[in-house]
């Protein structure tokens, strides 16, 4: 006979049998809304969803070189513990594609391989902050907010604007950097699909580099610079990727690259990710993710070690891959460029990098409509069209700018959903007047 459990207490803010850390944990509001959509979907509602930073299998198969490889490896028996740092094939395989794709050789001792890009990034907080120190990172951006309230880190938020790209200008960030422990950037960015500009972040770079020569002398804890690049290889026309080590070589000592498989490749789910940076710290972060068990499985370790040495394979898959996210983002760069030049509330910026576009509805204030949560609501509703608004990203104001994201949806159902979002932007413009 089973114990019928059904009855326990469900979770509430003022329970007490979790800590205070867990009590204040703010969850997903981008998972929220995706479990929304997945709701209408369910009931039979055909949704354009942009929303999960996530590929669709149907539309973004994994290689079939990296699917063979893991079935060959688990055939193979590959199913035990991996070593706490990454298998030995992975890291030479990353610290080869590093030199090979970027131009920067990191000792061994300077790689580590972890379940994903996001145990990386923990990794770092981890290693690098002691309770009571200060991150700095710019808004809107990806989870900082959470990772710095779980390690009981001193927030200071940078927020940017449209003009830059949404993304940092050392001046911005200059008067917060000689408190600071951590410095976060990512590029290209997630939400926003842009990326830094080589000179901008060259000079961040260098300020980074004198503060650490006179915390040296000082005998202070150097600032330390994350860079989240796991979307480097999604960049489009003109726009180049750089990385802060190729602008200026002396910040090597102190910047941590957080990337992996699960963008470049659509490979979210197969979970390997890998940080690379000084072995000092690198040591500690695999200490760190060693004790939580957040290493990817031994099977995908050694099937991504094959693949990406597989030089011919990667690369004619990110050229299929760059070619497929861009041509998604450019049927809503042309569609918001048609809304925008006849007069309707929206402007956007051009697709530069990422599975991302930043789109502004300015419709704040008008039929009616009072925050992005607004909006975001009557896109839905209205149009069937599925974003999400800045605030999941750390920028509080209701601007009506939203992240749009391609990974889970077809050109196809870009351009069926665009004139209904057109309709949707001249109903709510008439309601205003």
């Known amino acids: 006979m089973a114990i019928d459990l059904t009855s326990l207490p469900r979770p509430s803010r003022d329970d007490t049998t979790v800590g205070t850390m867990a009590r204040g944990l703010v969850g997903s509001e981008i998972l929220r809304i995706a479990a929304q959509i997945r709701e209408l979907v369910a009931k039979g509602q055909k949704v354009c969803n942009l929303t999960v930073g ?33 298998v030995l094939d992975l890291r030479q395989a990353v610290q080869r594609f590093y030199e090979r794709a970027l131009g920067l050789k990191y000792p061994l001792e300077g790689i580590v391989i972890a379940g994903g890009a996001r145990p990386i990034i923990y990794g770092t907080y981890r290693a690098v902050l002691d309770e ?4 700095v990172y710019p808004v809107p951006s990806w989870n900082n907010n959470h990772y710095a309230y779980m390690l009981g880190a001193k927030s200071v938020v940078v927020p940017t604007d449209a003009a830059h790209g949404f993304m940092p200008t050392l001046e911005q960030l200059a008067p917060h950097l000689s408190s600071a422990r951590l410095l976060c950037l990512c590029s290209p960015l997630n ?39 796991i979307y480097w290889v999604l960049s489009f026309g003109a726009v180049k990727h750089v990385t802060p080590v190729e602008l200026v070589p002396e910040v090597a000592p102190y910047t941590v690259f957080v990337d992996g498989i699960s963008k470049a490749f659509a490979s979210t789910g197969v979970r390997v990710g890998w940080g690379v940076g000084p072995p000092t ?16 499985p031994k099977a995908e370790q050694v099937a991504v070690a094959r693949y990406l040495d597989d030089t011919k394979a990667t690369e004619s898959f990110l050229e299929v891959m760059r070619q497929r996210v861009d041509e998604r983002l450019e049927a809503l760069h042309r569609g918001f460029t048609r809304m925008r030049e006849a007069g309707l ?84 413009l008439a309601a205003g007047k």
Request: with cysteine; aromatic share 6%; proline share 7%.
């Open 281 to 296: 710290i690198i040591a500690r972060m695999r200490d760190v993710l060693g004790h939580v068990g957040a290493w990817a």
């Open 191 to 229: 939400p926003t699909g842009t990326m830094i500009a080589p000179d901008a972040l060259a000079a961040i770079c260098e300020r980074i580099v004198a503060e650490n020569r006179e915390r040296e002398k000082r005998g202070q804890k150097p600032l330390i610079l994350m860079y989240d690049q």
């Open 132 to 135: 009571g120190d200060t991150v």
């Open 345 to 428: 509330p929206v402007q956007h910026i051009a697709p530069q990098g990422a599975i991302y576009l930043s789109v502004r509805f300015d419709l704040i204030g008008k039929g009616g409509l009072k925050t992005n949560d607004d909006i975001r609501k009557l896109l839905l509703e209205k149009a069937s069209f599925a974003v999400v608004p800045f605030q999941a990203f750390g920028l509080p104001e209701d601007t009506g700018w939203f992240r749009l994201s391609v990974g889970a949806t077809s050109v196809k159902e870009i351009e069926e959903a665009l004139p209904r979002v057109e309709a949707t932007l001249r109903e709510a």
């Open 54 to 86: 996530d590929f669709a299998p149907k539309e973004f198969p994994i290689p079939d070189g990296l699917r063979a490889n893991i079935a060959t490896a688990l055939q193979a028996g590959e199913t035990n513990y991996p070593p706490s740092d990454g």
